[in-house]
């Protein structure tokens, strides 16, 4: 009788083999198997239009103090930063020129005293007949030449001295210093002084969005300064032309600022609420955004079946999402089980 020996490398494969079968059986088994997914009925509704913008601070009025002619600064008395009162005292020149035009003004003065004495005596001997109307008129024409003379004397003196001490024309805040005390003036402001109380922002809205907006509406606005503490404005203006080379128009917000804690440069995010729309809302849990794109989309179910759906999405609503275009009134949208999903795949819905 003959004896079969089977090789032992033919005996260890068989294992192997068998695994490897179990695992494709395995495989395919979980490949058949009907995914279980959570839906909900989504249905439209209004919903608040909310524009966002960004944009600068800047301040209701802006003076810049300076000079009337090159002067040396003897002194400054505020600091960038600092608040000041309309009036107040800001800087100090040298009175240097001072001195020079109070003496073309004594001189002017005393010009205009002889020459009126002259008058009086011309008209005098005219009134009795010893003298003539040409040579009065002479005198006349002379004494309107000294008065002249003097009121314009005056009026550089006038001028000298309110360049040398020079005040704010206005409350606000100091938001530039460009020189120091020893130096000359130049063509630089010695001082930059921004009325603060209010304050006004300045926001660019597209074409389709400047319909919505009007003077008098208000506004949201935040800054980072501040967190997510919100503030209150109202829209004062919006510009009757357009920026040719972004397409949209300015919009003025002013904003009131009684403790003065918003300043010029401040960063500010705005939120205008332009009306309702009505449109489907749906779950957050339901959109789904795909990789490497920026598109998104939701599974619809219908009939056992889940189709694709690429939406656009717009406000965020709660716990959900406005939707724009993608997804009708009334549909049954997934909103668990989309890992194991494609397009017009057969799902059971969970009970």
Known sequence: MKTFRIPILLLAAIPFLCACSSKENKDAEQKDQIPVVKIESV???NVDQLGNYTATVEAEA???????????????????????????KLVVLDDVNTTNYQIQVDNARANLNNVQVEYNRALELYKIGGGTKQALDQVETQLINAKNALASAQRTLRNAQENTVLTSPISGVVTARNYDPGDMTGQ??????????????VINVNESELPKVHKGMPAKITFD???QEEFKGTITMTMPTVDPQTRT???????PNPDSRIL????????????????VVVPDRAVVKQQGSGNHYVYVYKDGKVEYRQVE???RVGDGY????????????????QNNLANGRQVKVAK
Do not use: W
Request: proline content about 3%; hydrophobic content about 45%; aromatic content about 4%.
């Open 43 to 45: 249905q439209e509704r």
């Open 188 to 201: 630089l402001p010695i001082l930059t002084v921004s009325q603060v109380q209010p304050v006004k922002i």
């Open 313 to 315: 999405i717009g406000q």
């Open 62 to 88: 802006v003076n810049n103090i300076s000079a009337a002619m090159s002067n040396r600064i003897k002194a400054i008395f505020v600091d960038e930063g600092m608040r000041v009162g309309k009036g107040q």
């Open 322 to 337: 406005e939707l724009l275009s993608g997804v009708e009134d009334g549909a049954q949208v997934v909103v668990s089980g």
């Open 249 to 255: 128009f300015g919009v003025e917000i002013t904003v």
């Open 264 to 279: 010029p440069g401040m960063f500010g995010r705005v939120q205008l609420n332009l009306g309702q729309a009505n449109h």
């Open 225 to 227: 300064t501040f967190g």
